[in-house]
């Protein structure tokens, strides 16, 4: 191309010239335009053979670790051609229009040193092997302030951002959730120093703060719960298949979420890597108590999960059209599929990435327990001594889109799309001792709890950011989300022991209940950044912004007492029928009414934020990170509940001033020392300032409409030490003080009464935290073998110190805050074989949570304490071959007892509240990419 674009230069200047060579003759104008019409020609003939069809193959690893590096880029020098590499760290660059020789070949990938690979030689139709490392960049990432985990799949990379972040962060990706048998965030967090969780309650506990000193938000937006009884959305419905990474953010700034006080839990989508995939997957399981058990699934839930709403029009008339007999199955088998995809494409003269990344799946679980309940009064004295068997089916499903577009690395637009819809029902049986029942036969009966909880939540999010200037920069976006959670038809029956054999229980012990949760959240933000300097290593700078969070709930719940007029003779337990008793004939005779009552509430909550936060970076070792932020929070409750008994409402509004700083100080390149000091707050949850009542099975809990925001001052002191880019040893403390805590009591009642209080003027919450990531060996095979041999371990724990002295605490001299493990321990060991395009990775992982308060007993009620424990998991993944993985998982394996006990107060006798375990759960499942 290059002797043709010469050849018509020539050519042109002579054509430019011939008004001044008029004098040349016409016969050697013909000779040139002969000669160049026929060079011409040759030279077309000559060239196709000149280009050669070039093929470069090859694979780009961590120098040190030797695990693949996933989007990295390889390209010619001077010339088009390149390539990106795949999820294996694999590439091929292919190229019709290159000539044969010497080329540089360049390797670039974020965090890492820049290769180039000097005069490789490229032949037509010869095939070259390529296989690079890169060694991590130091400088990379200094521009990292509150760190964007976007595109961080792999454990180096996001330690590596750890190293590097201005605030104390730390995540997990989900390469390491899938080495270790973690199947969602909850179960992510869980592996994080500090972290805990109280089983039975959802979502986790951080340096000793539950839920509701915590915050939720995915790609940064915050987002709704899908249950009345919480603030954040279970964590559980957010499976791997759609994690990126999971960041806990326990250090906080002035551009953050403010309604926290534990940490911040950011779960960031997954997005294409590379240029395109395929992947196909299913696993299939059991659990060993579910193997044997004849199991009880209520009627109405169809296979995909989805319950039936209907309720009657009247009550008059029998128009529930779920049947209150529940059937039997003999296979449990735990299976889930999943399907996800990509595809990048280039725009433009620009060649401008745009791309799409789509996952699917389904899930469905089992699990059965054989349960003790029991209950007390003050004195110790068992109202309730119940055993039973609880059967458990959770069904789910999600998709997630993304579109992701860079306008010439200047500007970024993506779109998000999140559809999850979960499902969990449950069958109850318990026989014992309870003073509901008849006292003539010892309080003697049976009662049957069949629920069901139905929940989807949809989120849309638009993310953008322009390039401005080289120095200003508009990071803008906005999220709507929508939540809408179902109790469908929770159906409760109670039978009493009678003269002969049973009979249905009087009052309002036999009833159905339905309750819906409509939810619309709108999120918007809007943020300049002006950098000080126009230096990519320089990371001083001055951000503005805006947040806003709108949130509209509409709760209301429908509950129908069917009263039994005419007791009907039930002769055993062992096979009876109440469907042959509730059904349209017997209504229509008396035998039992329908009583209906509807209780709902209301809440709007407006918050607006504006912030102003400051970066600079003194010396190279010296950065200091200041902000202050206003929060302006209007909260409305409107409530009409407990049968008309309780109707008002109640707000809250006030305005928040919060000030943060955060100072970096690098010992040297390794070592590095970080302290965070800020002020947040924690508002009641929407169902803790209504006085709305919830029955459960063990307790009973209603809100309380005088609740107070909590103010918290946290201070946070952390040294890292990375002896290597795939190394740590931290060490945290961090001490917190809260006024007005807000925390669950229990009330003196007969019913197992829990309440909401501020238990007191104010909490102390104090504690270390340390964490080791460490190789024990890392033993590259001979080139030949391109592989390694790798034995690591982590290793994090913590000690949490909480005291509160709380006026209405049996204890008065100070206690524990609810839910606060005072020791915490992960414990994971990982074996890593790889050759060529085969891996083996087994790692056991152990936890341990010590005994906590499940719930501060007053008003003569000792404490609550849950039992500590610890579980084993065993997870092994088997890469057969560049498209086929296999995965073996064996969680739980000491199958420890989950257990609630109570002392009493004169004998100080332990009583046992509530014991159960929960199985071995065994699975295997496959994986195919291409």
């Not at 020789?101 to 360049?106: A, P, R």
Request: charged content about 20%; some cysteine; proline content about 2%.
């Amino acid at each position: 191309m290059y002797l043709i674009r010469i050849h018509i230069v020539i050519s042109w200047v002579y054509l430019c010239r011939r008004n001044k060579n008029v004098e040349r003759s016409s016969m050697k104008k013909l000779f040139l335009l002969r000669f160049s019409v026929a060079a011409f020609f040759c030279l077309l003939c000559v060239l196709p053979a000149l280009a050669a069809n070039i093929k470069i193959k090859g694979a780009v690893k961590d120098k040190l670790s030797k695990e693949p590096l996933i989007g990295a880029t390889i390209r010619l020098v001077g010339t088009p051609a390149g390539a990106v590499t795949d999820m294996d760290g694999n590439f091929e660059l292919n190229s019709t229009g290159v000539l044969e020789g010497l080329y540089d070949i360049e390797i670039k990938y974020v965090g890492y040193k820049t290769e180039v690979r000097r005069k490789v030689r490229v032949e037509n139709g010869k095939l070259a092997i390529l296989n690079l490392e890169l060694e991590t960049d130091a400088h990379e990432l200094s521009d990292v302030v509150v760190v964007a985990k976007k595109n961080r799949e792999n454990e180096n990379m996001l330690l590596l951002e750890q190293q590097k972040a201005v605030i104390a962060v730390q995540a997990v990706s989900v390469k390491e959730l899938s080495r270790k048998g973690v199947s969602d965030a909850e179960g992510a967090v869980t592996k994080v120093a500090g972290v805990s969780k109280q089983d039975g309650v959802k979502n986790v506990f951080v340096r000793g703060l539950g839920d509701r000193y915590n915050a939720t938000t995915f790609n940064g937006f915050a987002v709704p719960s899908e249950d009345p009884e919480y603030k954040n959305i279970s964590l559980d419905f957010f499976g791997t298949d759609i994690i990126q990474s999971v960041g806990v953010n326990k250090a906080f700034n002035a551009g953050g979420i403010s309604d926290v006080g534990g940490a911040t839990i950011d779960i960031v989508s997954k997005e294409l890597i590379g240029s395109g995939n395929l992947n196909i997957g299913l696993s299939g399981g059991l659990n060993t108590q579910t193997v044997t058990a004849d199991f009880l699934k209520q009627d109405g839930v169809n296979l995909l999960g989805f319950a039936t709403t209907t309720e009657p029009a009247d009550e008059n008339n029998w128009g529930f059209k779920n049947k209150l007999d529940p059937s039997k199955q003999s296979l449990q088998i735990n299976r889930s599929y999943s399907i996800s995809g990509g595809k990048r494409f280039h725009i433009g003269k620009d060649r401008n990435p745009l791309s799409f990344f789509l996952t699917a799946g389904h899930t469905t679980d089992y699990q059965y327990t054989d349960e003790t309940i029991r209950n007390t009064t003050t004195s110790g004295t068992i109202y309730k001594d119940m055993t039973g068997k609880k059967y458990t089916e959770n069904i789910s499903q999600l998709a997630l889109a993304n579109v992701d577009y860079d306008m010439q690395n200047r500007h970024h637009v993506s779109y998000n799309f999140m559809m999850i819809h979960a499902n969990v029902q449950s069958v109850g049986d318990y026989t014992g001792k309870n003073s509901i029942f008849s006292d003539d036969y010892e309080n003697q009966g049976f009662t049957r709890r069949q629920q069901a909880n139905d929940n989807l939540l949809i989120v849309n999010q638009l993310m953008t950011n322009w390039g401005l200037t080289k120095t200003l920069s508009l990071d803008a976006g906005a999220s709507y989300n929508i939540v809408k959670g179902n109790e469908p038809d929770r159906r409760i029956n109670n039978i009493t022991k009678a003269e002969e054999g049973y009979t249905l229980l009087r009052g309002n012990s036999q009833q159905r209940y339905f309750s819906t949760l409509d939810e619309d959240d709108i999120n918007v933000k809007a943020g300049l950044i002006y950098r000080l300097k126009d230096n990519v290593e320089e990371i001083s700078n001055i951000r503005l912004g805006y947040t806003g969070r709108f949130v509209d709930d509409n709760f209301k719940a429908t509950e129908y007492n069917l009263t039994v007029g005419h007791a009907s003779s039930i002769p055993s337990l062992d096979n009876f029928s109440l469907d042959d008793y509730y059904n349209q004939e017997n209504l229509s005779s008396g035998w039992f009414a329908v009583q209906k009552n509807i209780d709902k509430y209301s809440v709007t909550k407006n918050i607006h934020s504006a912030y102003a936060e400051a970066t600079y970076q003194f010396t190279p070792r010296w950065i200091v990170n200041v902000g202050m932020k206003y929060d302006n929070v209007d909260i409305q409750v409107d409530y009409n509940v407990n049968k008309g008994g309780s109707e008002g409402s109640n707000t809250i509004q006030k305005d928040f001033f919060l000030p943060s700083l955060n100072l970096k100080y690098n010992l040297s390149e390794k070592h590095s020392l970080r302290l965070g000091a800020s002020k947040t707050y924690t508002l009641p949850q929407a169902k803790e300032i209504s006085p709305y009542r919830y029955v459960g099975v063990n307790f009973n809990s209603q809100g309380n409409a005088n609740l107070k925001p909590s103010d918290n001052y946290n201070v946070d002191l952390k040294w890292d030490f990375n002896p290597t880019p795939t190394e740590l040893i931290s060490l945290t403390a961090f001490y917190k003080l809260i006024k007005n805590p807000i925390s669950r009591i229990e009330v003196a009642s007969a019913g197992g009464y829990l309440s909401y209080e501020n238990i007191a003027d104010k909490a102390t919450v104090a504690g270390v935290e340390v964490e080791v990531r460490k190789n024990l060996f890392v033993r590259p095979l001979s080139s030949a073998a391109n592989g390694m041999n790798k034995l690591s371990f982590g290793l994090n724990g913590s000690y949490i110190y909480t005291n509160a002295k709380m006026p209405l605490a049996t204890v008065t001299t100070g206690s524990q805050l609810e839910g606060a493990a005072p020791w915490i321990a992960n414990f994971d060991l990982s074996h890593n074989f790889t050759k060529g395009t085969h891996s083996f990775i087994h790692t056991l992982v152990l936890n341990y949570v010590s005994d906590k308060i499940y719930t501060i007993g007053t008003q003569g009620y000792q404490d609550i304490m849950e039992q500590g424990m610890m579980t084993l998991d065993f997870v092994s993944q088997a890469k057969l071959n560049k498209y086929v993985s296999l995965t073996l998982k064996a969680r739980n394996l000491l199958n420890p007892s989950y257990k609630l006990s109570r002392k009493a107060n004169e004998s100080g006798e332990k009583v046992v509240l509530s014991d159960y375990k929960k199985g071995i759960n065994i699975s295997l499942g496959v994986s195919c990419t291409f």
